[in-house]
Nanobody, 115 residues
C-alpha cells in the first residue's frame, strides 16, 4: 500500500499562508485522483481539495479562491498552497487518494490559525 507523509503545517496568524506537502511512498499516478482532507477537533474528516491525474481541480466552497492543490507525478508529491488563512481553517490536514484508501492515512500535519 502507498503510504503518505504530510508536512509543512504550523502556527500562522490569520491572513497568513502555508504550503503543505505530501510525499507518497509509491506512484500517485496509479492512485488516480488525489485529495487533501482536514479534520478539526470533534469533527469528521472532510475533503477540501482534489486534483485529477491530468490536473483538473475542485475545492470545497469554504476554501475556493484561497487554496490551490498541485501534484507532481514524477516526484509522487501533492501540494496544498493555503492563503488568507482563517481561524476556521485550523485542523489536521491529510492527503490520500480521492476517494480515500482506508489503509493509507498518514499522520497528517497540524495547521493552527491564531493570533
Amino acid at each position: 500500500q502507498v503510504q503518505f507523509v504530510e508536512s509543512g503545517g504550523g502556527l500562522v496568524q490569520p491572513g497568513g499562508s502555508l504550503r503543505l506537502s505530501c510525499a507518497a511512498s509509491g506512484s500517485i499516478f496509479s492512485l488516480g485522483d488525489m485529495g487533501w482532507y482536514r479534520q478539526a477537533p470533534g469533527k469528521q474528516r472532510d475533503l477540501v481539495a482534489s486534483i485529477s491525474i491530468w490536473g483538473g481541480r475542485d475545492y470545497t466552497d469554504s476554501v475556493k479562491g484561497r487554496f490551490a492543490i498541485f501534484r507532481d507525478n514524477t516526484k509522487n508529491t501533492v501540494y496544498l498552497e493555503m492563503n488568507s488563512l482563517r481561524p476556521e481553517d485550523t485542523a489536521v490536514y491529510y492527503c490520500n487518494a480521492n476517494p480515500p484508501r482506508s489503509g493509507n492515512w498518514g499522520q497528517g500535519t497540524q495547521v493552527t490559525v491564531s493570533s
